[in-house]
């Protein structure tokens, strides 16, 4: 009687062990990645000086316009809100893929109390200069889309492998 069940016993054992999705015996199952798994991909490694390039220029230039003497011109009405949120976009989103092993938490928080520290401290040190609080919220938001568009990216990614 023993023999006649081993068959079927061994068959329920192999298929427990197999990760079975829609009908295909793919192995064993993977485990999640972490985020810095996921960065530290062929795509970053890849393209890592260029991606600390454009990271260092951005961040140069986000300085550059926000302690600048005089305001910029005025290109049409908020044009200056713009350009805040797209230098926080892009100089936080860079800098995330370049400085992939900080934790994200610590990443992003950092960026957001620079959203506003940036802010206050380009109307404290430039006369001609002043704080307002919409440049703050811009730069804030900035960073907010810098986070959905790297999490949408990360989960393609992962998709892709």
Do not use: C
């Not at 068959?7 to 199952?29: D, H, V």
């Not at 230098?87 to 893929?97: D, E, P, Q, Y």
């Not at 109307?123 to 889309?145: K, M, Q």
Request: hydrophobic letters at 45%; zero cysteines.
């Amino acid at each position: 009687m023993m023999h006649l069940l081993k068959g079927p016993i061994l068959q329920a054992r192999r298929l427990t062990s197999i990760n079975l999705y829609r009908g295909k015996a793919l192995g064993p199952p993977r485990q999640p990645r972490t985020e810095k798994e996921n960065l530290n991909n062929s795509f970053t490694q890849k393209y890592k000086t260029i991606i600390w390039v454009i990271f260092l220029l951005a961040l140069a230039a986000l300085a550059y316009g926000i302690f600048r003497p005089a305001p910029p011109e005025r290109i049409f009405e908020n044009s200056d809100k713009v350009g805040h949120f797209m230098a926080f976009f892009g100089v936080s989103f860079m800098g995330r893929l370049a400085l992939y092993k900080i934790p994200g938490w610590t990443y992003w928080s950092s960026w957001f109390v620079l959203a506003g520290l940036l802010e206050y401290l380009q109307g404290v040190l430039r006369p001609l200069r002043h704080f307002s609080i919409e440049d703050a919220y811009a730069n804030a938001i900035g960073v907010l889309i810098a986070i959905t568009v790297y999490i949408v990216a990360t989960k393609i990614s992962e998709r892709a492998e």
